[in-house]
């Protein structure tokens, strides 16, 4: 069977349709928010500089969020956290057009609104693939992560193009309603998820134990926090989040310079930050679909190698002059990094504990996503002194030389201690 099969196969599943078409609902509008608050940043005196604080309170949060959000997951049935996750957002993100429309929308809100969103951006992060292995059977997550990355994409693709369409036609402030529609659908399809989500309990030392339909169940664990603990023994774990740390350093110092390039050296204004933003996520989209098409038989060396290859393609931001090489650049950064993360996933899911999903993942995750505020912080001051060639060397120095140590000096057959014995 092949592996689109399988990802079409698990969309017959009524909860899993369900959720995930939640989550891809949330993302669609999440695509709007960045270049929305963006351009609304952009357009007030010292605008570089205000985007750069935009973008590390859009960051910076995940770190103090995502290590509540592990034990969250780990104690409460999912559906219930993502709903009320949503419900919150949705109604956060909703102040800025409301206090717009009333004339007093304060100069500090964009950035209070980034911070609500950096701070609760892991739930969703974490949740959906942490449920991912109790809604499919096992033989199904690595098409199934595909399907999610691919999902993740096409909507971040349309999402970022409708709103540079739209800011030109209702405003920066109006577009931020299409993603409080968004939070509030994805928490209507996630009370309408009836198979329980509630935490995996670790049972007697013996096998993983399943479900008639091949779905997990019960499953055995080590005491929580010994098992956490072991994360830090295995090497394939440690290794890959370092060198994806590094790499969303240099996609925190993208995130500013996008529409610092669409302000100020590319044609076309809010519509070409679209175009950019879309053009990671199309790249992003064809990427995931050739990770669920073909898995490498060692993934840890193909991970690397494409790891060193995303990286160069930051190098396309030296060519301002040509537009069309910046966007082929970022759409290269997306399809090189996409099955990065399919692959990384799925080697994650097996060798940790499905009692620790949710805490092992929103860790790990947290982990990841706290390092892009260090490359906003990199590259303001570069962009505020116009040294745009210095800041993509840097990019493809930082997203890319990590990559050669997944290349050569890891092996995937690394011992997981004890996190391997759970699974």
Request: with cysteine; net charge positive; proline share 7%.
């Amino acid at each position: 069977m092949s592996d689109f099969t399988r990802s079409y196969r698990a969309l017959r599943t009524p909860d899993f349709r369900r959720l995930w078409t939640g989550a891809t609902l949330s993302t669609l509008g999440d695509g709007m928010t960045f270049v929305a608050l963006s351009w609304l940043v952009l357009a007030r005196p010292g605008g570089t500089t205000q985007l750069g604080l935009l973008g590390v309170c859009y960051t910076a949060p995940v770190l103090v969020g995502g290590l509540a959000v592990g034990p969250v997951l780990d104690r409460f049935d999912k559906r219930t956290v993502l709903m009320v996750d949503s419900g919150f957002r949705a109604a956060v993100v909703a102040t800025i057009p409301l206090t717009v429309a009333l004339g007093a929308m304060p100069t500090w809100l964009p950035f209070v609104v980034a911070g609500c969103y950096g701070l609760l951006k892991m739930v969703p992060l974490a949740g959906f693939p942490a449920a991912i292995p109790q809604l499919v059977a096992d033989h199904d997550l690595d098409s199934v992560n595909a399907l999610e990355s691919l999902s993740f994409s096409v909507a971040s693709v349309v999402g970022p193009a409708a709103a540079g369409v739209l800011i030109s036609q209702i405003g920066a402030a109006n577009v931020l309603i299409v993603d409080s529609v968004s939070f509030l659908l994805f928490a209507l399809t996630a009370r309408t998820v009836r198979r329980p989500l509630r935490p995996l309990r670790p049972l007697r030392p013996q096998r993983p134990l399943a479900n008639a339909d091949g779905l997990g169940g019960q499953v055995p664990a080590p005491p929580r926090s010994a098992a956490l603990a072991s994360l830090r023994g295995d090497r394939v774990i440690v290794a890959t989040t370092l060198a994806f740390m590094a790499f969303n350093i240099a996609e925190g110092m993208l995130m500013v310079a996008a529409p610092w390039l669409a302000k100020n050296h590319l044609p076309g204004g809010a519509g070409v930050l679209g175009a950019l933003l879309s053009a990671t996520a199309a790249g992003e989209m064809v990427g995931a679909a050739l990770a669920g098409h073909r898995q490498p038989r060692r993934r840890l060396p193909a991970i690397g190698l494409l790891q060193i290859l995303a990286g160069t393609a930051f190098l396309a931001l030296l060519v301002t002059s040509q537009h069309l090489v910046v966007i082929a650049g970022f759409f290269a950064v997306g399809m090189l990094s996409a099955p990065m993360t399919v692959w990384a996933q799925s080697l994650r899911m097996r060798r940790i504990a499905p009692a620790l999903h949710g805490r092992a993942f929103a860790a790990l995750r947290t982990l990841m996503q706290s390092t892009p505020p260090i490359g906003t912080a990199l590259v303001t001051p570069l962009l505020v002194h116009s040294q745009l060639a210095i800041a993509a060397v840097v990019m493809a120095a930082v997203a890319g030389l990590p990559g050669l140590y997944l290349l050569f000096a890891v092996s995937e057959e690394s011992p997981t201690r004890a996190v391997a014995t759970a699974t």
